[in-house]
């Protein structure tokens, strides 16, 4: 099968290569999955997750990509809850070869059913973007209705879910990022945005809820701004700043397929808008991800016309 490969930490995108790979087996419980479509996350490169297995081994040549929507090709040993020929979708193991590649091999808890009417590419783009959203407001963050949410890099992959979903939950959110985001933010449902290079972050005020996607000195400022018993919630990494009356966590998204078929089914009846900014082949996707200019939004591969 074809699959993108790398094998050099240090070249990043650029030693990315387009290979001949073996086709996966399912293993215990695992599914392999003919995939159609896949998201990427520009900073996968940099995690630890991509060089070495859960035993701290390098396992390069490795293949990047985590989100996928595909059809279920064939059940491993034991493996329940899922049929052959069903459309899935969800997020495969960090420390696995990934789903840049015809074919993946993936926990079947790790998959949902991709309902008929949401397309491969829209599923692909919704599994990291969408579990993180939810698992950062709902379970790290504990969202109710009626707080208030900051929503950091608001029109980003994250930040958009993070946006449509604490709305929907019936939070006011402040959304935040470039100058040229605003528009795209607001469009995704910020009641107001502030502009990080040449706003006063400090002005919104006191909030319930920082959801942070950008760390240093942004994640700083923020946690001087929440309530007594607010939460600071971080996707890039340990919190390097506490509220001093509240919750700080930093978390990794994990695969649910409950919480898949919640987003699945937001996705369906118009509640929640995807963010797709690339779309590309696999025989093209090397040259996107290495473009000058970097894409905004979700960059997803379609493996099969
Ligand atoms: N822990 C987890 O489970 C998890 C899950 C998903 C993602 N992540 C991480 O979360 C981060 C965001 O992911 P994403 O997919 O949402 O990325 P993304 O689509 O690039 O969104 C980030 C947004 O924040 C903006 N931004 C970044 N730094 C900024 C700054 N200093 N001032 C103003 N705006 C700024 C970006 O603008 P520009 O594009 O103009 O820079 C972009 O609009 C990445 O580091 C990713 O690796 C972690």
Redesign the pocket.
Known sequence: MKAIVVNDEAAGTAGMTLAERPEPKAAINDVVVEVHASGW????L??PSTWTDRADQNRAPSTPGHELAGLVASLGYGTTGLSVGQRVFGLADWHRNGTLAEYVAIEARNLAPLPGDIDFTVGASLP??G??AW??LFQHGRLQAGQSVLA?????????MVTQLAREAGAYVIG???A??RD?ALDFGAHEFI???NDALEDVGQVDLVFD????D?QRRSAAMIKAGGSLV????PVEARPADGLAV?????ADRAELGEIARRVQDGRLRT?I?TTTTLDDAVAAFNATE?????TVVRMRP
């Open positions: 996350i520009s900073t996968e940099e995690w990291i973007s579990l993180t698992q950062g950091h890099g608001a029109a980003g992959a994250v930040g958009t935040t990022g470039r040229a985001d795209k502009d990080l290079e996607v950008i760390g240093g942004v971080s996707i890039v990494g930093d978390f990794v998204v994990e963010n900014g970097r894409a905004k939004g979700k």
